[in-house]
């Protein structure tokens, strides 16, 4: 019905009425289909800015040669016995770290105006930022694929076997989607993506760096030993060597269940919150 | 005189002839000490192309991003179509679509696929997605570029596809903020075609404009808000005629001549002339044709040489400085209104 355009240039008439005339309305789509639609949209970034995925490739094999080669012969006696201790841990710190563009993301897309139309649309409330963290839970397991394949490059034996390895990456993905709820929340609140990065490796750098992600904590002074065991990244590094070695207790999990559960009641609403009244 | 054909629009439904589009009493928005909307009421007709018009930071942002239930006010209470934009917000995000300042489309997606995202976030199925998404596309001249990412548009391109966007389910009532900002004067007469075209087909528009042509051009009637207040509304025929019936303006061929022209076209004329920044240039309030022919037919036989001249209705911006330039705005508010209506 509608002949081939010639010229793409201009506004066509008969076009512009006829698709006008169009005023069916479909039914809203479920909660769950408007945030895999958003999910969709964060993987079509991926895809058309392939460059965003250098932190999830780079970073993560970065850190796993530095710390095996520079440090595991001097930690552990040997970097073949230190990388079996370190794997799991440099695997939570690489996707805990990258959890922060969640936010980094979030305040871009608030500044350009893309989030008005999403916020104007009559879909389920939390679909964008679910969405957000769904496409970002595929960057997650792209990184986790990048460590272990190095680590088992390596020499990285895992004891606790392939089942051990996916439940550790799925553990890691449930606390990583809870964390980021403290990004989304920070997005919101502060003004420029820069100051969200800031501010979140603030946070980040003495919560992966005071755990048991590099070193055994019985090593270090009284004090600081109380404060790496009271702090998350340790109960979740635990949880994951357990998993890898094949000696995880059900209480190593439930730690980790119970942090995570307990970071979505807390930043989920609050984020819900800032979202609904953002200016 | 103008706005003859939306009059019945206009004046109807002051006295409640149906539901209107909108209806705003007493808006008020404040960030912080700063009263961005100080009280806005507006009443919208269904299908009524209506036009926001005031310079930047006047308000019109933030009164559309109140009625598109982006923004609670602070108080005053508003309803489109019937529904309260803050307890009933989903109700009215059914109804309506927003375009906003800025490009509200993602840079980094291409032009089919933002529509598809945006077809998908309303229901429809995947095939009903990208039919829907390719007939905007065709109908707003977007069909070539439908695989390029829109990082890569022209400013033009853009905003088509955010209007497109917008009305990937057509709504029945759209806001338009800025909707022609930036543009070159082709890619503004397309977006004044699309904008015409969504009114035709019974669509009500909203729109701000910082332009006064633009709002001379499509809004069927016009308030103009200044520092959070609306301080005029009607079609734009009431606004020119509360400023006054029209307008002389003359130019002459040699400057040295304005005191001797000055003289004669006010004693003529019956009223001050203004002199503006130009030498040659004089210009006067008038009402009567025929007592301008005669005032330059005088001019001419005392021997000063016309440039040209010419008579019109004054401009908005005319309209614009009248009625912002004194410093009592509330009095010109009010005795604008009435003396419009």
């Known amino acids: 019905m509608i002949p081939p355009t010639t010229s793409a240039r201009s506004v066509r008439d008969d076009a512009l009425h006829a698709a006008l005339s169009d005023r069916v309305r479909p039914p809203r789509p479920s909660a769950l289909s408007a945030s895999l639609t958003l999910g969709w949209r964060a993987l079509l970034k991926i895809k058309h800015v392939p460059e965003q995925l250098f932190d999830v490739t780079a970073f993560p094999i970065m850190f796993t040669l530095m710390f095996t080669y520079l440090f595991g012969g001097a930690l552990a006696g040997s970097t073949g016995e230190y990388l079996q201790f370190l794997l799991p841990g440099i695997l939570v710190q690489t996707v805990v770290f990258i959890t922060i563009y969640t936010g980094f993301t979030l305040n871009g897309d608030i500044s350009k105006g893309v989030f008005d139309r999403f916020r104007s649309l009559p879909i389920w409330r939390p679909a964008v930022l679910v969405g957000a963290l769904l496409g970002d839970a595929a960057r997650y397991t792209m990184a986790s694929t990048m460590v272990i394949v190095l680590g088992l490059v390596l020499g990285f034996r ?122 | 005189m103008e706005g003859d054909g939306e009059m019945s629009a206009g004046r109807g439904l002051v006295e409640g002839a149906g539901e209107l589009a909108i209806h705003a009493v007493g808006l008020v928005h404040r960030f912080g000490d700063n009263i961005a909307v100080d009280g806005v009421d507006l009443k919208v007709a269904p299908g009524e192309i209506y036009g926001l018009l005031g310079p930047n930071g006047a308000g019109k942002t933030t009164t559309i991003r109140m009625l598109a239930t982006l923004l609670r006010p602070d108080s005053g209470t508003a309803q489109v179509f019937g529904h309260d934009v803050v307890r009933e917000a989903d109700a009215v995000r059914g109804r309506v679509s927003l375009t906003g300042q800025f490009a509200s489309v993602d840079e980094d997606l291409t032009g089919l696929e933002n529509l598809v995202l945006i077809a998908r976030l309303l229901g429809h199925s995947r095939a009903q997605s990208k039919t829907r998404a390719r007939e905007l596309l065709d109908a707003f001249g977007l069909a070539e570029a439908a695989a390029r990412q829109v990082k890569k548009y022209s400013g033009g391109m853009r905003r088509r596809l955010d209007i497109a966007a917008s009305i990937v389910v057509t709504p029945d009532l759209i806001f338009l903020d800025e909707p022609t900002a930036g543009l070159d004067p082709r890619s503004r007469n397309q977006v004044w075609d699309i904008v015409r075209a969504l009114s035709t087909d019974g669509t009500t528009v909203l729109l701000t404009t910082q332009y006064l042509d633009e709002a001379d051009q499509l809004a069927d009637r016009i308030a103009v808000i200044d520092r959070g207040k609306v301080i005029a509304e009607g079609t734009p025929g009431e606004l020119k005629a509360s400023v006054g019936s029209g307008a002389l303006h003359v130019r002459l061929r040699e400057p040295e001549d304005r005191p001797e022209a000055e003289r004669v076209l006010s004693q003529t004329l019956g009223v001050p002339l203004i002199l503006g920044s130009d030498p040659a240039a004089l210009s006067a309030r008038v009402s009567d044709p025929e007592r301008v022919a005669h005032a330059l037919a005088e001019l001419s036989r005392t021997g000063v040489a016309i440039a040209d001249f010419t008579l019109g209705q004054p401009s908005l911006d005319e309209v614009f400085l009248a009625l912002t330039g004194h410093p009592a705005e509330n009095d010109d508010a009010t005795t604008t209104e009435g003396d419009a209506a």
């Open chain 1, 158 to 279: 895992p004891a606790g076997g392939v089942g051990g390895v996916l439940l550790s990456v799925a553990l890691l993905l449930v606390f990583s989607f809870s964390l980021s709820w403290i990004w989304t929340a920070l997005g919101l609140i502060l003004r420029t993506p820069n100051s969200v990065m800031g501010v979140s490796m603030m946070v980040l750098f003495p919560l992966t760096f005071a755990s048991n992600i590099f070193v055994d904590p019985e090593t270090m002074p009284s004090w600081l030993e109380a404060i790496v065991g009271a702090n998350p990244i340790t109960h979740l590094v635990t949880a994951l060597r357990g998993l890898m070695s094949g000696t995880v207790t059900p209480g190593q999990i439930g730690w980790v269940l119970l942090i995570s559960g307990a970071l979505i009641a807390v930043f989920a609403p609050l984020t819900m919150y800032l979202y609904r009244n953002k200016k």
